[in-house]
């Protein structure tokens, strides 16, 4: 997708600080981060969000790799909250999907 900003982003044309890539998903701190640790994890094909998800593999990749960054980042342990937000009441901003990784602080529940 020519204007979306995370396909530019697995195409290389824009650099975010990665923390992880393979040829399927590429994880990238957030810029404006809502934790000590706020890593945003995408698959590279253009998805707008869960509810074009047509693919349980590639599903499974995305979560199996938040895990795995979780421990790369030290966080596992101690914990961590994944989520995905969609569309207008998800409160979505980016319409490419994207896991969110938030840790190093206690989150509040519910969400606001
Ligand atoms: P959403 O609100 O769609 O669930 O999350 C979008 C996330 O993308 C937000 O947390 C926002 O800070 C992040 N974001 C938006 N633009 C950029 C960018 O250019 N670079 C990085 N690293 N994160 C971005
Ligand atoms: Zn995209």
């Given at each position: 997708?020519?204007?979306?900003?995370?396909?530019?982003?697995?195409?290389?044309?824009?650099?975010?600080?990665?923390?992880?890539?393979?040829?399927?998903?590429?994880?990238?701190?957030?810029?404006?981060?809502?934790?000590p640790?706020?890593?945003?994890?995408?698959p590279?094909?253009?998805?707008?969000?869960?509810?074009?998800?047509?693919?349980?593999?590639?599903?499974?990749?995305?979560?199996?790799?938040?895990?795995?960054?979780?421990?790369?980042?030290?966080?596992?342990?101690?914990?961590?909250?994944t989520?995905?937000?969609?569309?207008?009441?998800?409160g979505?901003?980016?319409y490419?999907?994207?896991?969110?990784?938030?840790?190093?602080?206690?989150?509040?529940?519910?969400?606001?």
């Amino acid at each position: 997708m020519p204007d979306c900003i995370f396909c530019k982003m697995a195409a290389g044309d824009i650099k975010p600080d990665i923390v992880y890539e393979d040829e399927k998903v590429l994880a990238f701190h957030d810029i404006e981060p809502q934790a000590p640790v706020h890593v945003l994890l995408i698959p590279k094909r253009h998805i707008v969000n869960l509810n074009d998800l047509d693919d349980a593999e590639l599903a499974g990749h995305l979560l199996q790799t938040a895990a795995r960054v979780a421990a790369q980042l030290g966080v596992a342990e101690s914990g961590y909250r994944t989520l995905m937000n969609s569309n207008r009441d998800g409160g979505q901003s980016v319409y490419h999907l994207h896991v969110h990784l938030l840790a190093g602080r206690r989150l509040a529940w519910p969400p606001g």
